[in-house]
């Protein structure tokens, strides 16, 4: 027996085993350069060290133009199940909510600091009192505050001219309901003028106080009727929003530019471990194809020779 036909089909078969098992490890081997004498040795470091960066910026290029276009996040964020799974998540919040003891000043306490949730509260009140106070003390406001008061004192003057105290006044001075008109609409000005920005102040602030104080399920309670409308307002909201902003906040984002940095972020070892466990699998088989086609090859060899 020609013991070729035994011992070509092994030897091909290892030779093709070890050529794509090494070919396979030079993707990620070695990690830098190797020199002999001062002479870098080909193919070092491996092809993946090697060509990172350009790796690295057409796989961003992929995601961003190919993989995630604007289109297809549109697609996704308008899509049927997308929408019923905002439904879903807003029907829970909205189940939470009606058993929900917490207060409008809890949920901004759980969802920002509490350095920042004052500093939100103090614009919003400073904002409303300058607001409120620049509108009351207008001339034209003052104006039509002086002329509603003393319109109304001079009405009840005159409903009351029958009683005998003011028939007195008014037989002593006929001009008494002009001077008592004319004091306190002095008393009006003075008191918007001097003291409303103090009052305005103490206002605008137990009202938030009361507002910061309602809980969340007297709200859902108030709204229950209404909830249905409300929460298909909302989705809509949304999917007008996505529609017509996708492609400002896509551009904001930038995808390809994303992908890239975070490619580059990697250590080539993590590089290798993601690639690995995508498709350790398919490496393998061409392992074990090199093989194969180096036992078939040593079958045929001493038949041709």
Known sequence: MNLAYITAPLVGALIGY?????????????????????????????????????LARSIGTAVGEKLLTDEIIIDTLTSPHFQKKI???VDQKIAEFENDNKTLGDISQDLLD????????????????DF?????????????????????????METQLNHPLIKMALSF?????????????????????????????????DEMDKILNVEINQISRQLEDKLPQIKNAAINAFMKLVRKNVHT???????????????NDFDVIEVEQLVLSIIDKELKAIIWLGALLGLIMGFLMPLFS
């Open 132 to 156: 409120l106070h620049q509108k009351i003390t207008s001339p034209e406001v003052v104006e039509k505050l002086t002329l509603y008061i003393s319109g109304s004192l001079e009405k009840y």
């Open 114 to 129: 509490a350095g920042d949730v004052e500093k939100i509260l103090s614009y919003v009140r400073n904002n409303a009192v």
């Open 18 to 54: 070890i050529t794509n098992f090494i070919a396979i490890k030079m993707l990620f081997r070695p990690l830098k350069p190797k020199y002999i004498r001062g002479l870098k040795i080909p193919f070092t470091p491996g092809i993946i060290p090697r060509e990172k960066a350009r």
């Open 249 to 263: 906040i896509t551009a904001m984002i930038d995808i390809p530019s994303i992908v890239e940095k975070r490619i």
């Open 173 to 205: 001075n006929k001009n008494i309901v002009d001077s008592i008109k004319d004091v306190i609409t002095d008393k009006i000005k003075e008191l918007v003028f001097s003291n409303s920005h103090t009052i305005i102040e103490l206002l605008v602030e």
């Open 87 to 89: 439904e879903e998540f």
